[in-house]
């Protein structure tokens, strides 16, 4: 990366990350709301939590936990990768991977994937950790890694996508996309559909390219820049696209957020609500955290509102997560907002350390399992 890109990306994460201003000594923090007591209704058990290393340091890497079977698999900026046993917590196996992770964990194909700042992709063994191959790309790697049939698919900041030979490693395809002059720090993972490779770019555009050789099927843009400055005119797609049946949902930076179809890429809807963080979503409702920090439900099949909690204004909220009857989003103090997916009333409140927690929480079979920014790793399950 060149000095002149990298300076004025620099600049952007300072600036979209609430510092106050560099320029005039302020500070324009915009303050976070306090928490307010509320009747908890609903008993969230925490069936366990353990260490996994030193985390992510803050929001310098893309670190999120992965499920496979009975294991659950985390990793520290600092370079270890764990597999844990997701019923009780115990640890299976650690490995060091003697570089510094920027993006994972991805699992898939057998294999245990992470990304480096150093430009590489490291593929372990589900089983017991053993390092099996790592390949060179071209720039950080701040993506989660995602592998299936036989692939290997990665996303570096500098706006390509790789495609690597799961069983080696050995590239199979690039594609290649400009980067804007100005970006946030971050990278869309991508989310890989059957023959189909989905991802978001900084320019604003989403894209499905064949997973089998790279080829590119269709884009479309979801938000077109606006503004006077590099800085009002950025349309980053950071957050994960979400594949739900036929359609994809996908969120831009100081944008939109949008339906498309998954196989040929035509707008079902849009709607104007910027947003960095992902989604989730059930069989009737979409769930976004907008760049403010409220939580929207949105219908599925076009987009109206259903409701906004606007109770956690400013807490870096996270990427919601659906558990049943609830919605669950982390904050910057490592709280865990639980809301009924009705409404979304608050129905109880949970915390995991106090280092703050930015990636999305997980669910599977009914337990959500989060990771927050100082290594604390739990699994927690509505009481019955």
């Given at each position: 990366m060149s000095k002149f890109r990298f300076a004025p990306l620099l600049l952007s994460v300072l600036l979209l990350q609430g510092c106050g201003s560099m320029f005039l000594g302020e500070d324009n923090t915009a303050p976070a709301a306090e928490l307010t007591d509320f009747d908890t209704t609903v008993k969230v058990d925490e069936i366990w939590e353990r260490s996994a290393g030193s985390g992510s340091r803050g929001d310098r890497a893309n670190l999120?936990?992965?499920?496979?079977?009975?294991?659950?698999?985390?990793?520290?900026?600092d370079g270890d990768v764990m597999a844990f046993d997701a019923n009780n917590g115990d640890r299976v196996w650690i490995?060091?991977?003697?570089?510094?992770?920027?993006?994972?964990?991805?699992?898939?194909?057998g294999l245990v994937l992470v990304g480096t700042s150093d430009a590489e992709v490291v593929a372990l063994s589900v089983e017991n950790g053993d390092e099996?191959?790592?390949?060179?790309?071209?720039s950080e790697v701040l993506s989660v890694p995602r592998a299936a049939e036989g692939v290997v698919v990665t996303q570096t900041i500098d706006g390509k996508m790789f495609g690597l030979d799961a069983k080696d490693g050995k590239r199979l395809w690039?594609?290649?996309?400009?980067?804007p002059t100005l970006t946030l720090r971050g990278t869309s993972s991508p989310v890989l559909a059957p023959g189909l490779v989905i991802s978001g770019f900084a320019s604003?555009?989403?894209?499905?390219?064949?997973l089998k050789d790279g080829k590119p099927l269709w884009e479309r843009r979801i938000s077109v820049p606006s503004g006077r400055s590099e800085l009002e005119r950025m349309v980053d797609i950071d957050a994960d696209p979400l594949v739900m049946g036929n359609e994809i949902y996908v969120s831009t930076y100081q944008g939109r957020v949008a339906a498309v179809d998954l196989l040929s890429g035509k707008l079902r809807w849009v709607r104007e609500l910027p947003s960095r963080a992902g989604l989730g979503g059930d069989y009737g409702q979409i769930y976004v955290t907008d760049d403010s920090g409220h939580v929207w439900a949105l219908e599925r099949a076009n987009g109206r509102s259903i409701w906004k909690q606007d109770k956690l204004t400013n807490r870096s909220v996270?990427?919601?997560?659906?558990?049943?009857?609830?919605?669950v989003v982390g904050d910057y103090?490592?709280?865990?907002?639980?809301?009924?997916?009705?409404?979304?009333?608050?129905?109880a409140r949970t915390r995991v350390g106090s280092s703050g927690i930015s990636a999305a929480p997980i669910v599977e079979n009914e337990m959500l399992f989060v990771l927050g920014r100082g290594g604390d790793l739990a699994a927690y399950k509505i009481a019955e």
């Open positions: 999120v936990v992965a499920l496979s079977g009975e294991r659950v698999y985390a990793a520290e900026f490995h060091d991977t003697d570089s510094t992770i920027g993006g994972g964990v991805g699992v898939g194909e099996l191959w790592r390949s060179k790309v071209s690039i594609y290649d996309r400009t980067v604003g555009k989403l894209t499905a390219i064949s996270s990427t919601p997560a659906v558990v049943g009857n609830y919605v103090e490592g709280y865990l907002h639980w809301m009924d997916r009705t409404d979304g009333h608050l129905v």
